[in-house]
């Protein structure tokens, strides 16, 4: 009997390191549902008539609805158009090492390490020369590149991993490229295309500072919005911060409890891999 | 598809020696039209603009001003070495990320240790989300809900303090407290990545070997230096380096949080270029601190892919 009470201690405990990690974010949940006064309470409550009065006033907002829309839409098209285009290089990386391979891996990577705000400035200003800025195609394009560095490293690994016997195979019984790289490869790395999409859709959903930036009343997306409406005539608004905070969080939480498998591969380039 | 299988006769076309290499050395166009669009990309949207950035870095140029971009030479790269502040900005950031990326490492091998046997915990799935949203929570976000737990009235924290009968501090507003708490919520937010770290680097040891270190009754700290390290150390290395790297850049979660603020207490270099650039509109000093940034950067990617290669090695 010892055993399953030692047993039980531990994992009362690792229960108990996991909320302590989730209890700010619990918080923010648990003040969407409260009034302004209730959130500013002092001391703070714990108990109290739960009120929808938030969310009905965020999805009254008509710019809220263009917002959350716009960062489906930017997330989503930038994320597609990165994935799809870095599989051909993935591929071509992977199968024909054409020259200079190491050269541009390493410099893909280098442009998701630059700080945001330098990667953002020249940007701004090859945009607002050309007349790009908030522009849904700009906006797109840019998340595309931006996303690339991630997948061709993530694909490229998953592609390594698949034997050149499939393609040999194809070759030999005469399918053309396109179909030997749609039918027999494709298949084979799709958690790597799984990963490489939802974790650019993290990244690009979250972003706010090239939003903030290159972006406008047309193109902002949530996070810009919750940064430009941080302040209602009263000081901080915070039912609408939280009730905000508490609907976008949705989609990244519910991509961590349904792909967990992928989150170490999808965070890590790609470069490790294994099961949590 | 029958139709599209080959003819008899195409096997004796298969260039002698066979292989996969063989055949793909031919001359071919398709390597170089498979890079096509993500080139078209790269060049667009990143060469060109940091030749521009390069370019500009040498030039005196406002967008205020209204006047056309003046040659300097190296003169924003000598103002930007020569002034106290940046100088201080970046000592800030090193210990932002030095004492950030530690505490990270340390916590988050002991939590990852913890987890390791968890296999049988209840709502395994469930309690690992919970304790890995932090991590994929919007930046903003955080930091503007941070803000609030930290208030000096109406903060849930401070509220705690009182209730306990410490007095209350107004963390994010307080110069000397300001630095502290932002790590704090840093710490909150990039701890699980070095769990999730831990717990591959625990799973890429083999079991023979901790079968062995059991028989052979190894004590803990032999256990963790010669089998759990040993294995799982290219993993911790790489976990350690992506979050220098990304600690390196801070900027979204500080923005709603202090913004830098009060004064520049917790004014990473990060924010410095923001301000110079976005606020300022001081394009030419902006550019020039920005490419040395983009050589900070190019010195990490360069470790990075080193101790990629390292790893490598050793399995190979």
Redesign the interface.
Known sequence: MRTTWREHAYHAVLWLVALVFFAPIAWIILSSFKTADQILATPPVLLFRPTLDNYVQLFARESFLHQLFNSLFLSISAVLIAVAVSFLAAFSFSRFKPAGTDFLMFLLLSIRMLPGSAAILPVYLMYVGFGWKDTYAGMILFYAMFSIPFSVWILKGFIDGVSPRFDETGRVNGASWLRIITRTILPQVMPGVIAALIFNFIFVWNEFLFNYIIGGLQTSNVPVALTTGLYSSGGVDWTFISALTSVYLVPPVLVVYFFQRYLLVGMTFGTVRGEV | MPG????PG??AR?PAG????R??GRRTV???L??I???A??I???T???L??LG?SFYRFSLTSGRAPIYAGLLNFQNILNDSGVWLDLSRTLLFVISGVGIQTVLGML?GL??W??Q????R??????????????????G??????YDP??G?LN?ILR?IGLPGTNFLGDSSTAFAAVLVVDI?MW???MV??T??AL??VPKAELEAAEIDQLTWWQRLRLVLLFHGKY?LM??IL?RT?DS??T??LI??MTFGGPGTTTQL???T??RR??EAFN?GW??A??VI??LI??A???T??FV?HWRDKAEA
């Open positions: 599209e299988l080959a003819a195409l096997h298969r066979g292989g996969i290499a055949f793909l398709l390597p170089g498979l890079l669009p993500v080139l990309f790269f667009v949207w990143n060109i603009p940091t521009w950035l500009l939590l913890l987890f046997n968890s049988r915990l209840p709502g799935r469930v309690a690992l989300t919970m304790l890995f949203a932090p991590m994929v929570l919007t930046p903003v976000a955080s503007t809900f941070w803000r609030l737990i009235t109406f849930v509220s209730g909150w701890t699980p990545f999730l770290m717990l591959a799973a890429s993993i790489l976990g992506l790297i390196f850049k900027m979204d923005y709603n270099v990060a924010i270029l923001y650039a976005f394009m902006s550019s601190l920005a940034l983009l950067s190019i990490f990617t360069a990075f892919i990629l």
